[in-house]
């Protein structure tokens, strides 16, 4: 097959041995190649500016700008940028930002070598392409009502421990207004106390702990 007609790729990740096994599984394919490999978000949109591949593999989690993020930021640039993400989280808070942000497929780390090369085929056509199991967190998280950018803080300082006291003092608002944001978190999560709401956004990848 000519170089011409080949899916050229750009994979960035930030584990250079997993990245090899995407390289080298990648180049098996008689109408794939690498045309580019990023080890960070910045690398991966400097390189995309230089290469312009066909699709980006991308990480969740990589140094400095975060998978979502360089997502974000390649799309505001190249609007049709193909993006499939390529991680080992599973939560449905991380698919459902991942999608939002434009990726076209989300696939996890542990996924049979087929179903990459299939998901790459058809994403290069312009095609959206999620597994079943992906498909159904997206919808699970479709169905609960987004978080105010205070109640992602009041939660955040929850699932450090903090009480109502110090969520005050911390976001300079009084407890009065603590227990508002709590009340409207609670009924958003499904939750009754804070030690489910902490074991909730944990879970489901709301707040991440690092």
Partial sequence: ???KDQIKLLVADDHPTFRMGLVALVESQPDMTVVAEAGD?????DLFRQKKPDVVLMDL????LGGVETILALL?????AKIIVVTTYDLDEDIYRAIQAGAKSYLLKDMPRDQLIATIREVSLGRHKLPPGVLSRLD???RREDLTDREMQVLQLIVKG??????SSALFISEDTVKFHLKALFMKLGVQDRTEAAINAIRHGIVHLE
């Fill in 140 to 142: 699970e998280r479709a």
């Fill in 61 to 64: 989690r990589m140094p400095g």
């Fill in 41 to 45: 978000g910045r690398s991966a949109i």
């Fill in 1 to 3: 097959m000519k170089a």
């Fill in 76 to 80: 505001q640039e190249f609007p049709t």
């Fill in 162 to 167: 903090r009480s109502n006291k110090e969520i």
